[in-house]
């Protein structure tokens, strides 16, 4: 399946063009070196740290997925395990096996929420990284009517915007919105809200989009549990792409809700909070599977073999710190 993707939209027909860059996963605390030695064997070892407490089934879980990530991504024999409150790989000498173990890593929360639009039915995309969360990028809302002298109510002016109700009702609009802050992002509530998301290109954030909840069907979530697998696929010129298969559930929910409901609608397909693409819904039926592209440039062989991992292999239970020794 041969996806064309466009400089700014991508269109959606019966695939999805996604512009993947997968960084490693980070979170809070500070990135200390260790250099530890596991029962049994012997070397130098990256940890991966949880960045929230976990129990040791949670630990053992998330080891497990990434041994199996890194399976699927052809290194078997770099092999993580639970080692106290953290993980620990070996320090692979394969400059190859280190990125292939930075993109594994990542936690690989898959939801797919709508774009909202401005009053003139245009996508709400803001450039760049936009003002610090609560600072420099909204202005006070409109105040509540007030009786006058006379005992009539004047009306407050009307909002800057026409932004949807919500974090952007009251954006300034030459600065737009700020990003949603993680403290939001991670209460389980969030994927009944509006939010603004970062798209990203390399480490810069390019592009923010202003987003709805997290799709849904009554209480069935468009999230990572709606797919059965997915695997890396080269085309015959040399193009790679990662192809995902929906459960039957979820391929019957996806073309009844995205494919009917939402039809030349944009959908933004969002991986751990960051926004992969948002392309235009044009058509109706997808049967069974749809194609993520890379776009541009396209994806590398390990990216979209790591994707694929990423999304084949399910959510880990915990972000991970991704320490270096020597870092």
């Given at each position: 399946?041969?996806?064309?993707?466009?400089?700014?939209?991508?269109?959606?027909?019966?695939?999805?063009?996604?512009?993947?860059?997968?960084?490693?996963?980070?979170?809070?605390?500070?990135?200390?070196?260790?250099?530890?030695?596991?029962?049994?064997?012997?070397?130098?070892?990256?940890?991966?740290?949880?960045?929230?407490?976990?129990?040791?089934?949670?630990?053992?879980?998330?080891?497990?997925?990434?041994?199996?990530?890194?399976?699927?991504?052809?290194?078997?024999?770099?092999?993580?395990?639970?080692?106290?409150?953290?993980?620990?790989?070996?320090?692979?000498?394969?400059?190859?096996?280190?990125?292939?173990?930075?993109?594994?890593?990542?936690?690989?929360?898959?939801?797919?929420?709508?774009?909202?639009?401005?009053?003139?039915?245009?996508?709400?995309?803001?450039?760049?990284?936009?003002?610090?969360?609560?600072?420099?990028?909204?202005?006070?809302?409109?105040?509540?009517?007030?009786?006058?002298?006379?005992?009539?109510?004047?009306?407050?002016?009307?909002?800057?915007?026409?932004?949807?109700?919500?974090?952007?009702?009251?954006?300034?609009?030459?600065?737009?919105?700020?990003?949603?802050?993680?403290?939001?992002?991670?209460?389980?509530?969030?994927?009944?809200?509006?939010?603004?998301?970062?798209?990203?290109?390399?480490?810069?954030?390019?592009?923010?989009?202003?987003?709805?909840?997290?799709?849904?069907?009554?209480?069935?979530?468009?999230?990572?549990?709606?797919?059965?697998?997915?695997?890396?696929?080269?085309?015959?010129?040399?193009?790679?792409?990662?192809?995902?298969?929906?459960?039957?559930?979820?391929?019957?929910e996806w073309d009844k809700i995205v494919g009917g409901q939402y039809y030349q609608q944009y959908v933004a397909i969002v991986l751990d909070n960051r926004v992969e693409?948002?392309?235009?819904?044009?058509?109706?039926?997808?049967?069974?599977?749809?194609?993520?592209?890379?776009?541009?440039?396209?994806?590398?062989?390990?990216?979209?073999?790591?994707?694929?991992?990423?999304?084949?292999?399910?959510?880990?239970?915990?972000?991970?710190?991704?320490?270096?020794?020597?870092?």
């Amino acid at each position: 399946m041969v996806v064309m993707v466009e400089r700014r939209w991508q269109r959606m027909t019966a695939a999805v063009a996604a512009s993947v860059l997968i960084a490693s996963c980070s979170g809070s605390g500070s990135s200390t070196t260790v250099h530890t030695s596991v029962p049994g064997d012997a070397g130098r070892y990256i940890s991966l740290t949880p960045t929230t407490p976990v129990s040791s089934g949670e630990l053992a879980r998330a080891a497990s997925i990434l041994n199996d990530r890194l399976r699927l991504v052809g290194f078997p024999n770099v092999v993580v395990k639970p080692h106290g409150t953290a993980l620990a790989v070996l320090t692979p000498t394969d400059p190859a096996a280190l990125d292939a173990l930075r993109q594994v890593s990542a936690v690989g929360a898959l939801a797919f929420r709508l774009v909202l639009v401005s009053s003139t039915g245009a996508p709400l995309e803001f450039a760049g990284p936009g003002p610090a969360s609560g600072v420099g990028g909204t202005v006070p809302c409109p105040a509540a009517p007030a009786p006058t002298d006379a005992g009539v109510t004047q009306s407050p002016p009307a909002p800057p915007t026409t932004f949807p109700a919500g974090p952007l009702a009251c954006a300034d609009p030459s600065a737009g919105p700020a990003l949603t802050p993680d403290s939001v992002l991670q209460d389980p509530a969030s994927v009944n809200q509006d939010v603004v998301l970062p798209q990203y290109t390399g480490k810069d954030i390019t592009v923010r989009y202003a987003l709805g909840p997290v799709i849904r069907d009554g209480t069935y979530l468009f999230t990572g549990e709606i797919l059965s697998s997915a695997q890396a696929q080269i085309d015959a010129t040399g193009v790679w792409s990662v192809e995902v298969n929906f459960t039957t559930t979820g391929g019957s929910e996806w073309d009844k809700i995205v494919g009917g409901q939402y039809y030349q609608q944009y959908v933004a397909i969002v991986l751990d909070n960051r926004v992969e693409s948002a392309p235009q819904i044009e058509a109706q039926k997808f049967g069974g599977s749809a194609t993520i592209s890379g776009g541009g440039s396209g994806f590398t062989k390990i990216e979209a073999e790591a994707l694929a991992a990423v999304l084949g292999s399910g959510t880990l239970p915990v972000g991970l710190t991704f320490n270096l020794p020597g870092a």
